[in-house]
């Protein structure tokens, strides 16, 4: 079965399961697509670090010119992971300038931003917390205040610290009225989530702040991304720039399956991705760890969701069927 084949078969299969747990237009009332509280109508803005280890970057790109989520944004800054953010930043505005040039539209510049780690302060109280003001953070805030309506809030795909997103609440509060925040971060062990690494031991008091005050869908279920684009696939890559650049990135993704940082757009773009959901609360009854962020603890009318199982297949099947579709390059 070649790769175009192999991607409907899955895709249809996924497709029949998610009508089947619903997701459509009901009496005049707007549901959402899958699981969880966006889908792929929503705007979404990236904000990462490093550019080589995965394939949000790519899935974003196309998935913005073929059915998925409008790409609003893309932040990306230095982490201790990652902390050069010249590197970090040359890296992405390459792939830019091959998504552009290989005839993908509505491709935003990259917004550098640089901002430590915030710190917890001695009462203790979140509204005392000095903010960075990081150019992250005010994008956020302005990309949020443009095109957040009250039933389509603007998505900010977290793969780093929450730090942007903290530091955005510490400007304005009134955000957390316009942003859904969808990070891949941390684990799930029934029947809690922990917000540690991936991402979430980078900067526990952003993660305490987003737990407490945004919206947030923390996906904790990974997978192995090296499957999603094989050496043997290479040859059907699409032939213009955008193709050239992920043939050459292939050799440098990593394998480990919690690096994929995608696993938080597709969550977003593709409705029957997220498998299950558990609702959840963080637990503020504990006392502030400085390796991680508050557990996340079962609560039906929590304001957290965790994706615990995701469809894997699904992430490659969409993938090809973007990239071998030639109206995705404007053809």
């Known amino acids: 079965m070649n790769a175009r084949r192999r991607a409907a078969a899955v895709l249809a299969a996924f497709s029949l399961a998610a009508m089947a747990c619903g997701g459509s237009l009901d009496a005049g009332r707007d549901r959402s697509h899958g699981l969880l509280p966006v889908d792929e109508r929503n705007p979404v803005i990236i904000d990462n670090d490093w550019w080589k280890d995965n394939w949000l970057g790519e899935y974003a790109m196309l998935l913005a010119n073929n059915g998925g989520p409008p790409l609003a944004g893309i932040i990306i800054s230095n982490t201790a ?52 003001r990081s150019a992250g953070a005010r994008l956020i805030v302005d990309v ?48 809690k989530g922990t917000m540690n690494g991936p991402n979430g031991d980078l900067d526990p008091w952003a993660d305490w702040i987003v737990a407490q005050r945004f919206r947030y869908v923390q996906v ?35 394998t ?55 469809a894997a297949p699904l992430a490659a099947a969409r993938l090809w069927q973007v990239l071998l579709d030639p109206h995705t390059f404007g053809s």
């Open 81 to 132: 992971y990652w902390p050069d953010v010249s590197a970090n930043a040359s890296g992405w505005t390459n792939l830019v300038t091959a998504a552009r040039s290989s005839g993908l539209e509505n491709i935003p510049d990259v917004t550098v931003s640089v901002g430590a780690a915030l710190a917890r302060p001695a009462d203790g109280r979140i509204d005392s917390t000095t903010p960075n």
């Open 256 to 310: 480990i399956p919690n690096a994929s940082d995608q696993i938080a757009l597709l969550s977003v773009g593709l409705p029957a991705f997220a498998v299950a959901v558990q609702r959840a609360s963080p637990d503020t009854s504990v006392p502030f760890d400085p390796m991680q962020g508050p557990p996340l603890v079962p609560d039906p009318n929590g304001n957290a969701w965790i994706v615990t199982q995701i």
């Open 220 to 254: 904790s279920a990974y997978y192995g991304q090296t499957g999603d684009v094989t050496a043997a696939q290479v040859p059907d890559l699409p032939h213009n720039a955008l193709g050239t650049w992920m043939a050459d990135k292939l050799p440098d993704l990593f």
């Open 144 to 191: 949020s205040r443009q095109l957040s309506l009250p039933w389509r809030p603007v998505v900010v795909l977290g793969g780093a610290p929450l730090t942007n997103l903290a530091d955005a609440y510490l400007i304005d509060h009134s955000v957390v009225d316009r942003v859904v925040v969808v990070a891949a971060l941390g684990e799930y062990a029934a029947p």
